[in-house]
């Protein structure tokens, strides 16, 4: 959907509201996700990996 869009995001957003089931998926994505992306273990692993290739300049 264009980001401009909003009416779009109306719909988009009642259709979600309105299947708990796809909301349940969505939930389970959004987890899998941040704790394979954004965990704070990721997290600090990249910040080491940004120092060292700083570092190694």
């Known amino acids: ?3 401009d ?4 995001f109306v719909v988009a957003l009642q259709t979600v509201l309105g299947d708990t089931q ?3 998926e969505m939930g389970h994505r959004a987890r899998i996700f941040v704790e394979s ?3 704070p273990q990721v997290v600090a692993h ?3 990996d940004l120092m ?3 570092q190694a300049r």
């Open 1 to 3: 959907m264009p980001p």
């Open 5 to 8: 869009d909003s009416a779009a």
């Open 22 to 24: 796809r909301m349940a």
């Open 37 to 39: 992306q954004a965990s």
């Open 46 to 48: 990249r910040y080491v």
């Open 52 to 54: 060292r290739g700083l």
